[in-house]
């Protein structure tokens, strides 16, 4: 696997920014979801959307594979990546669906809690239930803070893993979360990624509170700055962590890599603006189970690539068809087309 980003885009923080703000408008037609709500086991919701122009895993598409997709931190199914990642498993002929964590749907959830970077029981259900929908294979795709997520439900099942999933792949995800969080609290990163996710993270969480009152402080919200301060008063508390430091350190997945026993990828690049390259596990820090992608460009998610086979000019698709690339390796070999396409 290899990964060149166009001469125009150079370094991380462009290849970042061109993807997120541009990348859609070199897409093809945009992929049509339909919208399935989950009640959780505790009395929440959860939104789930479906690509209705591939396979339907409740009628032609049983014996497919199921690709899922875990957004990123304030993420959708609209994210440019997600629009990528279901335009080529279309074109594998694979279902599609992405899971929204709670609150990023849209609509504010029902529950005092939210969602957060090691949410691996939250993963559980939610692959699960796809599992129990589905007889085909089932395919998971973790996008940064899913990512980690996703990862930490693997090692949290270990071997058991493999009896939900054929494969798992996290993409520019914050494997060491305190790392990561130094990182994007610091110089352009604070004034530019920082600002951009407290931009909806704050409003969100002042909803909540008026939907919980007493919940927090909403002073000290409105006086927080970066995300360490963001998870200490909202995060962190409302998901059972004494404080940032305790969260970061114990919802990180790259301590439990080693424990990790499905066919799983960790794709990072190494100029990843806000996930700092010597925070990035290596071949000691894994098992035999993971293969690790570190090229060294591709910005946080972004991965533009320069056209060519007929794709418009500086297309998103390099990194999902890379990814689906190495997901099919693992698929049975009935399952679908394994085919590499690129």
């Known amino acids: 696997m290899d990964y060149h980003a166009p001469w125009w885009l150079p370094g991380g923080n462009l290849q970042t920014i061109w993807a997120a703000l541009r990348g859609l408008r070199y897409l093809g037609a945009k992929p049509l979801f339909r919208r399935e709500r989950w009640t959780t086991p505790d009395q929440d919701f959860v939104d789930v959307d479906w690509l209705i122009d591939g396979p339907d895993v409740k009628t032609d598409?049983?014996?497919?594979?199921?690709?899922?997709?875990?957004?990123?931190?304030?993420?959708?199914?609209?994210?440019?990546?997600?629009?990528?990642?279901?335009?080529?498993?279309?074109?594998?002929?694979?279902?599609?669906?992405?899971?929204?964590?709670?609150?990023?749907?849209?609509?504010?959830?029902?529950?005092?809690?939210?969602?957060?970077?090691?949410?691996?029981?939250?993963?559980?259900?939610m692959l699960r239930r796809f599992k129990a929908m589905h007889a085909g294979p089932l395919l998971a795709v973790g996008i940064s803070l899913g990512g980690n997520a996703l990862m930490r439900w693997a090692a949290e099942l270990e071997h058991t893993a493999i009896d939900v999933v054929s494969a798992i792949t996290s993409v520019c995800s914050p494997l060491d979360l305190t790392a990561s969080?130094?990182?994007?609290?610091?110089?352009?990163?604070?004034?530019?990624?920082?600002?951009?996710?407290?931009?909806?993270?704050?409003?969100?969480?002042?909803?909540?509170?008026?939907?919980?009152?007493?919940?927090?402080?909403?002073?000290?919200?409105?006086?927080v700055r970066d995300l360490h301060a963001f998870d200490n008063i909202f995060t962190a508390p409302l998901h059972g962590f004494k404080d940032t430091d305790d969260y970061w350190r114990r919802a990180s997945a790259k301590p439990h890599l080693q424990r990790i026993a499905v066919p799983a990828l960790a794709l990072n690049a190494l100029n990843d603006p806000f996930v700092p390259a010597a925070s990035l596990p290596g071949a000691g820090d894994v098992s035999s189970s993971v293969t690790l992608w570190q090229p060294e460009?591709?910005?946080?998610?972004?991965?533009?690539?320069?056209?060519?086979?007929?794709?418009?000019?500086?297309?998103?698709?390099?990194?999902?068809?890379?990814?689906?690339?190495?997901?099919?390796?693992?698929?049975?070999?009935?399952?679908g087309s394994s085919e590499i396409h690129g």
Not at 193 to 204: A, D, I, Q, W
Not at 305 to 324: E, F, I, L, Q
Request: with cysteine; proline share 6%; net charge positive.
């Open 181 to 223: 969080g130094k990182a994007i609290g610091e110089g352009f990163n604070r004034q530019t990624y920082t600002r951009m996710f407290l931009g909806t993270m704050v409003p969100k969480a002042l909803r909540k509170l008026t939907q919980h009152p007493q919940l927090f402080s909403r002073e000290a919200l409105l006086a």
């Open 61 to 125: 598409g049983k014996t497919q594979p199921l690709l899922v997709v875990f957004h990123g931190l304030e993420g959708s199914s609209s994210s440019h990546y997600a629009e990528a990642f279901a335009e080529v498993a279309r074109s594998r002929g694979w279902a599609y669906a992405v899971p929204h964590f709670r609150g990023c749907s849209g609509e504010l959830n029902l529950a005092p809690r939210a969602y957060h970077s090691g949410d691996f029981a939250e993963i559980d259900w």
């Open 297 to 335: 460009q591709g910005g946080h998610v972004g991965f533009p690539a320069d056209a060519a086979a007929g794709w418009p000019h500086a297309h998103v698709r390099a990194m999902p068809m890379a990814v689906c690339d190495f997901l099919a390796q693992h698929l049975p070999s009935s399952a």
